[in-house]
T-cell receptor, first 111, second 117 residues
Framework: GEDVEQSLFLSVREGDSSVINCTYT??????LYWYKQEPGAGLQLLTY?????DMKQDQRLTVLLNKKDKHLSLRIADTQTGDSAIYFC???????????FGTGTRLKVLA | DAMVIQNPRYQVTQFGKPVTLSCSQT?????MYWYQQKSSQAPKLLFH???????NEADTPDNFQSRRPNTSFCFLDIRSPGLGDAAMYLC????????????????FGPGTRLTVL
């Protein structure tokens, strides 16, 4: 079945860039998402990318998609302590309701 | 602001005592979802409603039920909570199932953390 994988932890220093990686198996994925979850809170959509795009930039966030390798990454420039959270990638297919979530990457930003 | 609201944010119940969690939305979205998220895990879809059409995931236990009396509200009923049901329960909405839509984007509420004693 479909699977989405992420590394569990990432630690960076404040002001550095963070890169969170995600791999997926479903070649029919149409949309890929990045969500942020702060402690005790729900999921907040950060950005998404269509599968026919290679890159999307939104202020400090850059999403790169390598469709051939089924690899998605989220780069956060100038990482701040407020970026400390769990980041989930998810994929879905047009016309379906279901998201397949990754296991989440816990980002810790050191001051 | 249009949003997804969950009440209560924290719920404590006793083993075996029925509990109901509620979700409301001001987005006027067709689809509402309930997810269960255990510590350090990805959210797991329990079921969803497309308008009044209920869709259960195959591995959702019978102990979990849902009601959607109107577009704005959706309830999660846990008939006999066990210790293993302690988790964060997330409600989400989307405009439709994506046919012709741009993104399938789901909007999440803040969650209800359920503790079972």
């Amino acid at each position: 079945g479909e699977d989405v994988e992420q590394s569990l932890f990432l630690s960076v220093r404040e002001g550095d860039s963070s890169v969170i990686n995600c791999t997926y198996t479903d070649s029919s994925s149409t949309y890929l998402y990045w969500y942020k979850q702060e402690p005790g809170a729900g999921l907040q959509l950060l950005t998404y990318i269509f599968s026919n795009m290679d890159m999307k930039q939104d202020q400090r966030l850059t999403v790169l998609l390598n469709k051939k390798d089924k690899h998605l990454s989220l780069r956060i420039a100038d990482t701040q302590t407020g970026d400390s959270a769990i980041y989930f990638c998810a994929e879905s297919t047009s016309g379906t309701y279901k998201y397949i979530f990754g296991t989440g990457t816990r980002l810790k930003v050191l001051a | 602001d249009a949003m997804v609201i969950q009440n209560p944010r924290y719920q404590v119940t006793q083993f075996g005592k029925p509990v109901t969690l509620s979700c409301s939305q001001t987005l006027n979205h067709n689809v509402m979802y309930w997810y269960q998220q255990k510590s350090s895990q990805a959210p797991k879809l329990l079921f969803h409603y497309y308008d009044k059409d209920f869709n259960n995931e195959a591995d959702t236990p019978d102990n979990f039920q849902s009601r959607r009396p109107n577009t704005s509200f959706c309830f999660l009923d846990i008939r006999s909570p066990g210790l293993g049901d302690a988790a964060m329960y997330l409600c989400a909405t989307s405009r439709d199932l994506g046919a012709g839509g741009p993104s399938n984007e789901q909007f999440f509420g803040p969650g209800t953390r359920l503790t079972v004693l």
